[in-house]
């Protein structure tokens, strides 16, 4: 039986990271990381953008080969299809998630990470002292690894926070329900990316274009099936591709669930630290979750090596990784979903509206501040909740 | 309404009734996304060697995981 201090299941962004941590702040560590698709970072489900800043904090995307495409402003479709532009500075990019998150795991392994591709675990079972023995399937068959600290970064359908016990369920009215096209031939502009709100394009949600290059882009949406027509996200997408791009040709789709609550309430337990999307640590108002794994990675990675040194994986020691997570975005996620909820109340009308309010100031004074401020007067209802996030 | 059984809701504990239907995946459609995972009170469903799968047995017939799947995988049918 295979003898490892830790044992990362998933190699998307947060466990990469939690991996390449771990063996950065304690090289001695035994650091292993599962991956149950064949090839990390495929297949994509995931639009693919993210912040310039917190992108930076881990990778340089300047000329990097895993980036798709630099975005410098952000476009608003209202309900009735008027866009508002926002002059925004290096607002982000669009990362090509099969090289990016290669790249990611390539790091782990540079910094001595065992990575297995085609390999998943099945469950598993905590010993009397003190290990978590866990049932793994993969190329060479079915073993059991012993851990000292499992790291579960397995995403959105989070069942190993599940076997530790932890309660990683999602109520309905938290669930987007994604569907994306990858769409060639399409005329936009390739270094925007475009958000459209609308109760028949994407109920409780969006529909984005992201671009991936000129005339080629990621096009889908998100919605809260509570709140749909009856049709599910692809009904709806297919519905909003053809009726933007009826010529474009649609070379690549996916599907998948963001979840926009807030941090599990525990995302620790003896020997197990929940990371990313599995913990929920995802932007309930964006539905971004990439950066916020990779902080969430860094910090069970020192937690996890710490721990470990110290000879003490118990949940009280590892409680210290929830605090710091809280700390860092927990609680800004907390914020964030009290005007998520907020916002919720504003129908069609109004964001037609406030994008005819927003086009009459100047493009080059356009900021997301005083589309917010302009939304505060239309609405002030939403002063209380916009109180309540800025102090 | 998508609601739970009498006395069932979110993050409490289900009362095991009998369940008249029981959700099913079909899986020429499903596209092993994950979605429906969280979704479940009891946790009745899982991904094994990356098929969904449902446990009759544990399934209470809440049907909070059949409008949420982007595909139209999940049906209900009686148990």
């Not at chain 2, 899982?46 to 999940?74: F, W």
Request: aromatic share 6%; hydrophobic share 45%; glycine share 10%.
């Amino acid at each position: 039986m295979p003898d490892v201090d830790v044992l990362v299941v998933g190699a998307g962004p947060a466990g990469a990271v939690a991996a390449a941590q771990a063996k950065r702040a304690a090289p001695e560590l035994d650091v292993v990381v599962l991956e149950r698709d064949r090839a990390v970072g495929a297949p994509v489900r995931c639009a693919e953008g993210v912040g310039d800043a917190g992108l930076r904090e881990f990778a340089d995307p300047d000329a990097a080969p895993w980036v798709a495409r630099k975005i410098a402003r952000v476009i608003f479709i209202a309900p009735d299809d008027s866009e508002v532009r926002v002059a925004e500075r290096d607002v982000g990019w669009i990362l090509d998630r099969t090289r990016f998150d290669a790249h990611l795991a390539a790091q782990a392994v540079a910094a001595g990470a065992e990575l297995l591709v085609g390999t998943e675990a099945s469950g598993m079972t905590y010993t009397p002292d003190g290990r978590w023995d866990v049932t793994v399937r993969g190329l060479r068959g079915e073993s059991t690894y012993r851990a000292k600290v499992v790291i579960a970064a397995d995403g959105v359908e989070a069942m190993v926070g599940r076997w530790a016990g932890l309660d990683t369920r999602v109520p309905a009215r938290d669930m987007e329900s994604c569907a994306q096209y990858v769409v060639q031939g399409i005329d936009f502009d390739p270094d925007a990316i475009y958000l459209q709100f609308g109760d028949a394009v994407a109920p409780g949600g969006y529909a984005w274009i992201f671009p991936k290059g000129v005339g080629i882009a990621n096009v889908g949406l998100g919605l809260v099936a509570l709140k749909s027509d009856g049709r599910n996200a692809r009904q709806y997408l297919d519905a909003w591709v053809g009726r933007r791009y009826p010529n474009g040709a649609r070379t690549g789709y996916t599907v998948g669930g963001v979840i926009v609550h807030t941090t599990v309430p525990q995302t620790y337990a003896d020997g197990v630290l929940v990371a990313g999307d599995a913990a929920h640590m995802i932007n309930p108002l964006s539905g971004g979750g990439i950066v916020n794994a990779m902080k969430a990675g860094r910090l069970a990675g020192c937690t996890a090596a710490a721990a470990i040194r110290a000879g003490d994986t118990s949940a009280r020691r590892l409680a210290a990784y929830h605090h710091a997570w809280m700390e860092l975005l927990g609680h800004d996620h907390l914020k964030y979903y009290r005007i998520k909820q907020a916002l919720e109340v504003l129908d069609d009308a109004f964001f037609n509206g406030l994008a005819r309010t927003v086009n009459a100031i100047p493009q080059e004074q356009r900021t997301l501040g005083r589309i917010f401020a302009h939304a505060l007067v239309k609405h002030p209802q939403l002063i209380p909740v916009a109180a309540r996030f800025f102090w | 309404m998508l609601d739970g059984p009498a006395g069932g809701g979110y993050r409490s504990p289900m009362r095991r009734a009998r369940a008249a239907e029981v959700a099913v995946v079909d899986l020429a459609v499903c596209d092993r996304c994950g979605l429906c995972l969280p979704l479940c009170p009891p946790e009745a469903l899982h991904l094994e060697l990356s098929d969904l799968v449902i446990d009759r047995q544990t399934c209470t017939g809440c049907r909070k995981c059949v409008a949420p799947c982007p595909v139209g995988a999940l049906a209900m049918v009686d148990a």
